[in-house]
């Protein structure tokens, strides 16, 4: 990590969501409006019930306001399951159309002990270009 990384973490019904993203320079072309970051994700299950990631939910927001929403099943082709005290950790990218933007939205766990479905927040973070924070 170095100095400019920010993470970002939010606990939502004894989940703790972190995330930290970065902007890939030698993937993205600002002069053709094409602006790549990546972020990893770590979910920790901080209860004491057994919880299994079911499906995703993301808005993106750039800063010249094109919005998207992005909804489907687990991460990355999975949906890990999670006892009490363990964490998964995944990367993934998003393009966007301006060197700023932010991401946000919720995961749907399902309780694998009661049987209950609940949300977790996915804390909002911000996207921001190397070149923007000089």
Not at 61 to 77: L, P, T, W, Y
Not at 87 to 94: A, E, G, L
Not at 111 to 131: G, Q, R, Y
Request: some cysteine; aromatic content about 12%; overall charge negative.
């Amino acid at each position: 990590m170095t100095d400019k990384t920010k993470i970002y973490t939010q606990v939502t019904n004894d989940i703790s969501i972190s995330v930290i993203p970065a902007y890939e320079a030698a993937d993205s072309n600002p002069a053709i409006g094409k602006f790549i970051y990546s972020y990893q994700v770590t979910i920790e299950n901080l209860g004491h019930d057994t919880v299994k990631l079911l499906t995703r939910h993301w808005h993106i927001v750039d800063s010249i306001q094109i919005k998207r929403e992005i909804s489907g099943e687990g991460v990355i082709g999975q949906q890990p399951e999670l006892h009490p005290g363990e964490m998964f950790q995944y990367m993934s990218w998003c393009p966007l159309n301006s060197p700023i933007g932010k991401m946000f939205g919720t995961y749907t766990f399902i309780n694998l002990d009661k049987k209950s479905t609940f949300t977790v927040e996915i804390p909002e973070f911000v996207l921001v270009s190397d070149f923007k924070l000089n």
